[in-house]
Every structure is written in structure tokens, then in C-alpha cells.
T-cell receptor
Framework: DQQVKQNSPSLSVQEGRISILNCDYTNSMFDYFLWYKKYPAEGPTFLISISSIKDKNEDGRFTVFLNKSAKHLSLHIVPSQPGDSAVYFC????????????FGTGTRLTIIP | DVKVTQSSRYLVKRTGEKVFLECVQDMDHENMFWYRQDPGLGLRLIYFSYDVKMKEKGDIPEGYSVSREKKERFSLILESASTNQTSMYLCASAGPGENTEAFFGQGTRLTVV
């Protein structure tokens, strides 16, 4: 039972354009959401997070949007750069980001120069 | 910078062997986690610990055990390795605070033959 879903296994975007990665969840107990980025043969690195009391959080080129009624979040990267090519994982927690996380299956983002 | 170090990048073990995966963090974090990453399945939680000597089962604990004798060290043990435990194993740690996130090690690619 996949509680966090990333329905697009892969996404290709032209350099300089906007990348939009989507994530859906089914467990209404989730209250905190995170995005991690992963390069091959490395551990995931934290990118950005959002608490359920907010609907948007921005950090430089990265913005996460949360639609709690739809149980949907998205990560926007603008402008996209070649170094953004990686696998992106959405993760959720019932409380805070430092507790056990439920991850999605990941989306491989490829930025085309 | 937080450092989470896993003892091996690559391991090859035989079926039936007892396997130890070691993880050490240098930031005095209370919370530590073991995940495994498989293609198409994302990251799945095996075990976690919120304190020394404390351990909790995650979503897929079967065939694994853990040990947390010291705050900085969290070991994952495969009691009798099987080929379906071939995977990328990722250790993570997280400190206190509501808006903190987990930091991951570089991963151990385990192959059971």
C-alpha cells in the first residue's frame, strides 16, 4: 500500500524552463512533507520541506506547494539547470521532518542543455 | 556540516552469512534510521531508533535486526543474508527540533550471491 505516490517515474525539461514534480499521498495523518534529491551512488540530500499549516514554501529556485484538501504537493524548480538532473523523492511524516519518513518511489529529472 | 558515515560503499556476501552494516554520525543526533532503496520502490524504512538502546520496527523489518549501544552508532544486522536482501542500504540521522530534517549517509550497495 503506497501511501506516498510519485506517478511520473521520469521527466525531461529544457534548461532554463520550469520543472514541476508531483507527489500525492493517501494518509491524512501526514503533517510534514519533504523533498530529497539523490545522485547515483550517493545518499539523498535534503532540498526543501513544508508543514501542513502552510501552502507554500520557497527557497531560492525551489518552491514547494501543498494542497492539503487534494492531498497533493508539488516541487517547482525555476530556472532548471543541468545540475538539477537527479532523482527526486517526496517524503512525508505524521509529525516532523526528524522522525520516520514515508517515501515515494521517486522521479528521475533530466535537464536537457 | 553533519556527517553520517557508513562503513562500506560496496559489499558482496554469500547467502546465509551474517552481515553487519555500520553507521556513525558525528552530530550527537538522537534519531537514527535504516532504509533500503530498490528500483521502483523508493526508500523503505527497516528500523529506527530515537534513543540509545531503543529500537522500533519500520515497514520492512523481517530478516533484519539493529543495535544502538552508543548514541552515535546504529548497526543493521542481516541475520542470514538472502538474495532478496540485495539492495542499497541508507542510514540517516536527525537532531531535535520541529523543522529539522534527516541527513543521509552515502549508502552501502550490498550484493548477496
Amino acid at each position: 500500500d503506497q501511501q506516498v505516490k510519485q506517478n511520473s517515474p521520469s521527466l525531461s525539461v529544457q534548461e532554463g524552463r520550469i520543472s514541476i514534480l508531483n507527489c500525492d499521498y493517501t494518509n491524512s495523518m501526514f503533517d510534514y512533507f519533504l523533498w530529497y534529491k539523490k545522485y547515483p551512488a550517493e545518499g539523498p540530500t535534503f532540498l526543501i520541506s513544508i508543514s501542513s499549516i502552510k501552502d507554500k514554501n520557497e527557497d531560492g529556485r525551489f518552491t514547494v506547494f501543498l494542497n492539503k484538501s487534494a492531498k497533493h504537493l508539488s516541487l517547482h524548480i525555476v530556472p532548471s539547470q543541468p545540475g538539477d538532473s537527479a532523482v527526486y523523492f517526496c517524503a512525508a511524516s505524521p509529525n516532523f521532518g526528524n522522525e520516520k519518513l514515508t517515501f515515494g518511489t521517486g522521479t528521475r529529472l533530466t535537464i536537457i542543455p | 556540516d553533519v556527517k553520517v558515515t557508513q562503513s562500506s560503499r560496496y559489499l558482496v556476501k554469500r547467502t546465509g552469512e551474517k552481515v553487519f552494516l555500520e553507521c556513525v554520525q558525528d552530530m550527537d543526533h538522537e534519531n537514527m534510521f535504516w532504509y533500503r532503496q530498490d528500483p521502483g520502490l523508493g526508500l523503505r524504512l527497516i528500523y529506527f531508533s530515537y534513543d540509545v538502546k531503543m529500537k522500533e520496527k519500520g515497514d520492512i523489518p523481517e530478516g533484519y535486526s539493529v543495535s544502538r549501544e552508543k548514541k552515535e552508532r546504529f548497526s543493521l544486522i542481516l541475520e542470514s543474508a538472502s538474495t532478496n536482501q540485495t539492495s542499497m542500504y541508507l542510514c540517516a540521522s536527525a537532531g531535535p527540533g520541529e523543522n529539522t530534517e534527516a541527513f543521509f549517509g552515502q549508502g552501502t550497495r550490498l550484493t548477496v550471491v
